[in-house]
């Protein structure tokens, strides 16, 4: 185990990220919890009663170091996913989570097959389905939003806020890593290429890692058309060179809505205009398709606003959801009678993961396949 416990410490990172709190978790897992991360973290503070809001809060008091220290274009967070992946994803957290215990089953096969006694990263965890799935392995997980990492700290498990493309571990610590449902999330091709790359540099030589992501081909169609798409591709041009690596409180923050577990919808939105979530002012970096224009590039279409829907009757309908309705950043279903949040997605051809990969010289694929309107890939360290 001290060979485990050397081989994962992190690297020198300037900047603070929040973990779980020690105390809620086994002895041994303590032990594991302070020797692998207090060289990383030196300013960690961990109380038992920590809430969402203040993880939120204590990540933008670094903020500003982390803008100083985005040294490439790559590691700066592009507006488009601060405010329509990682603030999204901070509001309907709970609501999320409770709609997301079931596991896929070419995921638990891969975690079923790997040795006893393996150190597992899951890289965009969530809720922490994954996390101690395969009891024979050591399991740890990070997240870009604070709400998750907290709801997966209050399980047990050995969590911390990250981007994933800038993971804060060590290169070799581990022997898998899995990346579920996350690349899709990251708006350039160079950022979806330093995030595998960033999986790959964790495990050792011999490592797997598992990635799956949304594909454009996808098994009901009809889904398409109940998406928002954007008229043209995000590119690293419209990234603010300005932008710390890591995500920040928008000004108007969206809090986190508890909900129980109803299931998400889906709405016909393509002839909406996205609105700028701080005043109003329309966004104009962010524009949704005609309906001609939609059919003219059906074929080539791979980013899109998919929705996610919050039921209002139990929303706090006086404070965040409020206040992201009046700035047009979320909209009212009158007829479903729910909040709706836009989460950006770039949907994947087929082959494209493999394109992704095929320029790293550390790395082989060793399977792919498609499944459940997923495309996948098994990628091996060299």
Request: a neutral charge.
């Amino acid at each position: 185990m001290v060979q485990v416990f050397s081989g994962i410490t992190a690297r020198n990172f300037n900047r603070t990220i929040h973990a779980s709190n020690p105390y809620s978790i086994s002895f041994r897992h303590r032990f594991f919890f302070f020797f692998c991360w207090k060289q990383m973290y030196q300013h960690i503070t961990t109380n038992n009663s920590m809430r969402p809001n203040d993880l939120i809060g204590a990540q933008d008091r670094v903020s500003a170091e982390g803008n100083r220290n985005c040294s490439s274009s790559v590691q700066c967070t592009p507006e488009i996913e601060k405010k329509y992946v990682h603030h999204v994803y901070d509001a309907i957290a709970p609501h999320f989570s409770a709609t997301r215990f079931a596991k896929w089953p070419k995921v638990a096969e891969f975690l079923n097959s790997l040795r006893p006694g393996s150190v597992v990263l899951d890289a965009g965890c969530g809720n922490g389905k994954y996390l101690g799935f395969n009891p024979d392995c050591f399991f740890i997980g990070c997240d870009i939003s604070p709400p998750l990492i907290e709801i997966c700290a209050g399980r047990g498990h050995e969590v911390l806020v990250a981007d994933a493309v800038n993971l804060p571990y060590r290169d070799n610590f581990g022997d898998a890593a899995i990346s579920i449902a996350v690349l899709h999330h990251l708006s350039t091709d160079d950022r979806r290429r330093k995030a595998i790359e960033e999986l790959i540099r964790v495990v050792r030589r011999g490592g797997l890692v598992l990635i799956t992501v949304w594909a454009s081909e996808q098994e009901d169609k009809s889904l398409l058309n109940k998406w928002t798409p954007l008229c043209e591709k995000y590119t690293e041009e419209w990234v603010d060179q300005s932008s710390p690596p890591i995500r920040s409180q928008s000004a108007s923050l969206l809090e986190s809505i508890a909900e129980t577990d109803e299931d998400a919808g889906v709405v016909n939105q393509a002839d909406d205009r996205l609105k700028n979530c701080h005043d109003g002012i329309e966004d104009k970096t962010i524009t949704a398709c005609s309906n001609s224009n939609a059919d003219r590039n059906e074929k080539n279409q791979q980013e899109y606003f998919v929705p996610w829907h919050l039921p209002f009757h139990r929303a706090e309908i006086g404070g965040a959801s409020a206040a992201a309705l009046e700035s047009g950043f979320a909209k009212k279903d009158e007829k479903k009678g729910t909040v709706v949040y836009n989460r950006y997605y770039h949907v994947f051809v087929e082959g494209e993961l493999q394109r992704l990969v095929s320029g790293i010289k550390s790395a082989a694929i060793v399977d792919q396949f498609y499944d459940k309107s997923n495309w996948c890939i098994v990628v091996k360290k060299l």
